[in-house]
């Protein structure tokens, strides 16, 4: 079955701009979670969508939002963007399950780039 | 704040040597992941480990669990230019979700 996509994979923006990024998950899954990828800081959680609804957040200001369709596609944006907004954002998609021990599967990531 | 020390930060060896890249924290996860991570791809998952002193074997990997479930470590033995990548550990502390990162261990396995 297809993988996880996202797009578009690069993108470069200039401070002050926002950006809106998009996932599409694996047929079936109903969660979408997003991270943010640096050298300095790796993996950092930005928030999870399951059935239209944000049910896990993480620490990052309120520039980052994001939403979700009725048919589990998600999207993130980010408004106001700053140089340090600049890294790999991925997605990653599961069923859901409510004791959080599915497997997430990783889309390959959306550059951005801040200028 | 790093809750996930991974080392080393970066390995370049021959193919068909032997390694082990560790992940270490003072905290107690319920479970931890290992993904291995492509140029121009997302993590993959690897393995889980749920059981303190747990062993799980996948191929020439071998993944550890310590007994306090604080720390993991990774062996690959003879490794092979298919290796290459960034290792990566990621600490359940209730939520799959919600994981603590390391770092990574960037491999160059080298023909």
């Known amino acids: 079955k297809a993988g996880v996509t996202q797009t578009p994979r690069y993108l470069i923006k200039t401070r002050g701009q926002q950006v809106t990024l998009s996932c599409s998950p694996i047929?079936?899954?109903?969660?979408v979670s997003w991270y943010q990828q640096t050298p300095g800081q790796g993996l950092q959680f930005l928030f999870e969508y399951f059935s239209e609804t944000q049910r896990n957040k993480g620490n990052f200001p309120g520039r980052f939002s994001g939403r979700q369709f009725s048919n589990s596609r998600s999207e993130m944006n980010v408004s106001t963007l700053e140089l340090g907004d600049s890294a790999l954002y991925l997605c990653a998609s599961s069923f859901g399950l409510a004791g959080g021990d599915d497997e997430q599967f990783f889309g390959p990531g959306t550059r951005l780039t801040v200028l | 704040t790093q809750l996930l020390e991974q080392s080393p930060q970066f390995l370049s060896i021959q193919e068909g040597e032997n390694l082990t890249v560790y992940c270490n924290s003072s905290s107690v996860f319920s479970s931890l992941q290992w993904y291995r991570q492509e140029p121009g791809e997302g993590p993959v998952l690897l393995v889980t480990?749920?059981?303190g002193g747990e062993v799980k074997k996948l191929k020439r990997l071998t993944f550890q669990f310590g007994d306090a479930r604080k720390d993991s470590s990774l062996h690959i033995t003879a490794a092979q230019p298919g290796d290459t990548g960034l290792y990566l550990c990621?600490?359940?502390?209730?939520?799959?979700?919600?994981?603590?990162w390391g770092l990574g261990t960037s491999l160059a396995v080298n023909p």
């Open positions: 047929s079936g899954h109903r969660s």
């Open positions: 480990v749920v059981t």
């Open positions: 990621a600490g359940n502390a209730g939520n799959n979700r919600k994981l603590i």
